[in-house]
T-cell receptor, first 112, second 113 residues
Framework: GESVGLHLPTLSVQEGDNSIINCAYSNSASDYFIWYKQESGKGPQFIID?????DKRQGQRVTVLLNKTVKHLSLQIAATQPGDSAVYFCAVINFGNEKLTFGTGTRLTIIP | KAGVTQTPRYLIKTRGQQVTLSCSPISGHRSVSWYQQTPGQGLQFLFE???????NKGNFPGRFSGRQFSNSRSEMNVSTLELGDSALYLC????????????FGPGTRLTVL
């Protein structure tokens, strides 16, 4: 089955710096990848997604990079702000068996 | 478009009791899935319903059950509550589970005393 892991359970970044959160997945046949942000006491919130036929996608201050060769996904947050403090986790979907797997999450703390 | 809503937001129960949680998906979404989230275990998949049928199920005991109504609203029931059932229960909806983005509700925080 699919396994999804994050490289670091916690990450502290200075306000204004860029943050990079990484995710590794095991199934090379995975088709669709999503990043979620979960603030304390709230449900996960969709940030950005990317399909396997792409290697980069940009949103507002966020970029997702997909490296299918090494089965690695990353979320880059530019110019981090205090409001970016949250737990971030990735989700991986395999269309073939409709399998959806979540990573365990990285807690991002912004240092003022 | 309104997001996923869950009621109640907070619940306190005692061991042995049962509880019912409710979830209303985003309009047009027919798939509703439920997750248990605890600090140590992360997001654990409970089950998923599509068009009133349970299509996928995680590894939880039979005390955890659910159902979906014709309007896609879903309920989750936990019987004979145990202390270890204390968690944030999240509901998510999508057009088709395992095929597109899931959108989560705010969750129901269940505390079992």
């Amino acid at each position: 089955g699919e396994s999804v892991g994050l490289h670091l359970p916690t990450l502290s970044v200075q306000e204004g710096d860029n943050s990079i959160i990484n995710c590794a997945y095991s199934n090379s046949a995975s088709d669709y990848f999503i990043w979620y942000k979960q603030e304390s006491g709230k449900g996960p919130q969709f940030i950005i997604d990317i399909r396997s036929n792409m290697d980069k996608r940009q949103g507002q201050r966020v970029t997702v990079l997909l490296n299918k060769t090494v089965k690695h996904l990353s979320l880059q947050i530019a110019a981090t702000q205090p409001g970016d403090s949250a737990v971030y986790f990735c989700a991986v979907i395999n269309f073939g068996n409709e399998k959806l797997t979540f990573g365990t999450g990285t807690r991002l703390t912004i240092i003022p | 478009k309104a997001g996923v809503t869950q009621t109640p937001r907070y619940l306190i129960k005692t061991r042995g009791q049962q509880v019912t949680l409710s979830c209303s998906p985003i309009s047009g979404h027919r798939s509703v899935s439920w997750y248990q989230q605890t600090p140590g275990q992360g997001l654990q998949f409970l089950f998923e319903y599509f068009s009133e049928t349970q299509r996928n199920k995680g590894n939880f005991p039979g005390r955890f059950s659910g159902r979906q109504f014709s309007n896609s609203r879903s309920e989750m029931n936990v019987s004979t509550l145990e202390l270890g059932d204390s968690a944030l229960y999240l509901c998510a909806s999508s057009f088709v589970w395992g095929r597109d983005t899931q959108y989560f509700g705010p969750g129901t925080r269940l505390t079992v005393l």
